[in-house]
């Protein structure tokens, strides 16, 4: 492992997590753990060798541990809060997909729960909101502990928002408005009206009069 050799905490992380791909390995173990294929497939773009060496100098450094699959030590999810920083100020340069670009919605779904403001969502609530997107299913649950999001289907979604893959990066980089894309037929939103409302809420996705009839 490199380093930069300075007393320094910010130096000193960097020295652990700041090489090429490093910190993308993070975020996609950040939806829960994953197999060496489940990584490599998610990462279009790193090699093999590459994947191994960073993987290895994770586990050396404790932010990684491996059992039969790869996942993050309790001092790799203390990067949880970094990234969601991250993410946040990411939205502001993302702009639309470059034609070469590769989008997926499992790689702002860490945004979405980042930049959720779970203080407009009421005291004590307690439901799950299920995206699907293309092909993606992703799952933004919401309790009084705050939001969290993962890959794959709610258990029992309050409200369930469909879409293709193309609205879901116009929404995410506010190209188009929620209201825009249900109005056009390319947002579709099924479940409890109060739920797509608070749902709304949280993300800023569709306006209270439009959330509320769109069940």
């Known amino acids: 492992m490199r380093s930069y050799n300075q007393f320094c905490p910010a130096a000193r992380a960097l020295d652990v997590v700041g090489d090429r791909w490093t910190l993308l390995i993070v975020r996609d173990l950040l939806f829960g753990p994953k197999r060496y294929s489940d990584l490599q497939a998610g990462l279009p773009g790193i090699g093999p060798t590459l994947l191994t060496e960073r993987l290895r100098a994770l586990e050396s450094a404790g932010v990684v541990e ?9 001092l790799g999810e203390g990067l949880r809060p970094v990234l969601d920083e991250l993410f946040g100020w990411g939205l502001q340069l993302l702009g639309a997909p470059g034609p070469d670009d590769v989008v997926r919605a499992s790689w702002l779904i860490a945004a979405i729960g980042g930049s959720a403001d779970a203080e407009r969502i009421p005291d004590k609530t307690e439901e799950s909101y299920e995206l699907r997107v293309g092909e993606e299913i992703v799952t933004v649950e919401v309790d009084p502990e705050g939001v969290k999001t993962w890959e ?17 990066a116009a929404l995410g980089t506010r190209e188009m408005t929620g209201d825009e894309a249900l109005h056009d037929g ?28 769109s069940s």
């Open 66 to 74: 491996r059992s039969s699959v790869y996942q993050l030590t309790e």
């Open 152 to 168: 794959g289907a709610a258990r029992a979604p309050a409200v369930v928002f469909e879409m293709d893959l193309e609205t879901f």
């Open 186 to 213: 390319r947002l579709v939103v099924d479940g409890d009206a109060g739920a797509a409302a608070r749902a709304s809420k949280l993300f800023g996705l569709l306006e209270p009069d439009v959330a509320s009839s």
